[in-house]
């Protein structure tokens, strides 16, 4: 079925789509410009990732990111954003302490940046989490398989996932504590096939192979603005650090020569 480009997308659409078997598309975004081009590009679903981190502020890992960082960004995308859902994640410690911190902090991200929900790292260790939130009215998408927020356990960056019973008992326990959708990160192709035939909600791949009910990836690595990340999952659509660099050398060598600006670029 053509997706709609006129009606904005809602939680309850996310699980529409599964049903209806309709690939759902989501993109990290972190800032007006490229937020409102993703969302006139007919991106389902928007994610102001904790990646926010990596991409934008060049620190190593996702855990310095701060709530107030994601609600500051969160407030620019949802501002741009028309059509797509937008989820804003919650960064390393602003949901494990407790239930109760969770919903403060979640509440926090509903109410100061207009998003539709939030995103945790967790699936049955976070199910208590899950369903306060929940239960508080505060839609939230679960996070299992790789999670870059439990770096220093791992003690690496990415690590593939391949334990199939761990990986569908969090499904399954995200799904029951009441995530409208989850994020599988770095899992073989079949389990994620197996997970996504298994529950009811949406599941979103990112390096999880094609049988998932969606896809995302970080806007900078599929655009090649990432210097140097080409994980096998990650197709780069595009190159746009090369394109931006050839511009800003051409600028560099027009003005050292004297060649810019010229008479169509001046003022009489
Ligand atoms: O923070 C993020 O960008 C993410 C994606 C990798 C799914 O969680």
Redesign the pocket.
């Known amino acids: 079925m053509p997706v709609d480009l006129t009606k904005p997308v809602t939680v309850p659409g996310f699980s529409q789509a599964k049903q209806e078997g309709r690939k759902l598309t989501m993109l990290?975004a972190y800032e007006y410009l490229w937020a409102s081009l993703f969302d006139e590009a007919g991106v389902d679903g928007i994610?102001v990732?904790?990646?926010l981190g990596m991409v934008v502020q060049g620190k190593s890992t996702?855990l310095p990111v701060t709530l107030d960082e994601m609600i500051y960004h969160g407030e620019i995308v949802a501002r741009a954003v028309k059509r797509a859902l937008v989820v804003v994640?919650l960064p390393f410690l602003t949901f494990q302490v407790s239930p109760k911190q969770a919903v403060e902090n979640a509440g926090r991200v509903l109410k100061e940046t207009q998003a539709s929900a939030v995103?945790l790292e967790g699936g049955r260790n976070q199910a208590r989490t899950i369903e306060r939130l929940s239960n508080a009215d505060i839609p939230v998408m679960g996070?299992i398989g790789l999670k870059?927020q439990s770096v220093r356990k791992l003690g690496r960056m990415a690590v593939i996932q391949r334990d199939e019973e761990r990986l569908l008992a969090d499904a399954r326990a995200a799904q029951e504590a009441g995530a409208f959708a989850l994020?599988l990160?770095l899992i073989p192709q079949q389990i994620a096939r197996t997970i996504s035939e298994e529950i009811d909600i949406p599941t979103i791949g990112?390096g999880a192979g094609p049988h998932c009910d969606g896809q995302?990836l970080?806007s900078h690595d599929m655009l090649g603005l990432t210097p140097g990340f080409r994980p096998r999952f990650l197709k780069r659509y595009a190159e746009i650090r090369d394109l931006a660099r050839e511009a800003v050398e051409q600028y560099v060598e027009e003005v050292q020569q004297g060649e810019f600006p010229d008479s169509a670029h001046s003022h009489d």
């Open positions: 990290t994610l990732g904790d990646t996702t994640d995103k996070h870059p994020v990160e990112i995302v970080v």
